[in-house]
Nanobody, 116 residues
Framework: QVQLVESGGGLVQPGGSLRLSCAAS????????MAWYRQAPGKQRELVAS???????AYADSVKGRFTISRDNAKNTVYLQMNSLRPEDTAVYYC??????????WGQGTQVTVSS
């Protein structure tokens, strides 16, 4: 049973930085495609960034140049480094794993609030 646990959210001022972490259980993390999504109040959940099992990355246009996704297979963890944060980045951030079988797992989410 693969479980995902996010951490690192919080309140930050505009222009600040946060690093989110998502720790996964299981022995085959290196085979999972991982992604970060976010959902703001009243909006649909949207893809923020993704990283494949071979460490290829992709980003939403709104975060390119500000956010960086990375993975550490030795620690079964994926990260989202968020710099130059804006109020519109405020959302609940979710970690998603896509297993080689096609099954999908979600974390419980972590709140990020960007406000002065």
């Amino acid at each position: 049973q693969v479980q995902l646990v996010e951490s690192g959210g919080g309140l930050v001022q505009p222009g600040g930085s946060l690093r989110l972490s998502c720790a996964a259980s299981g022995s085959f993390f290196r085979l999972y495609a991982m992604a970060w999504y976010r959902q703001a109040p009243g909006k649909q959940r949207e893809l923020v960034a993704s990283v494949t099992s071979s460490s290829s990355t992709a980003y939403a246009d709104s975060v390119k140049g500000r956010f960086t996704i990375s993975r550490d297979n030795a620690k079964n963890t994926v990260y989202l480094q968020m710099n130059s944060l804006r109020p519109e980045d405020t959302a609940v951030y979710y970690c998603k794993a896509t297993l080689p079988t096609g099954d999908i797992r979600w974390g419980q989410g972590t709140q990020v609030t960007v406000s002065s």
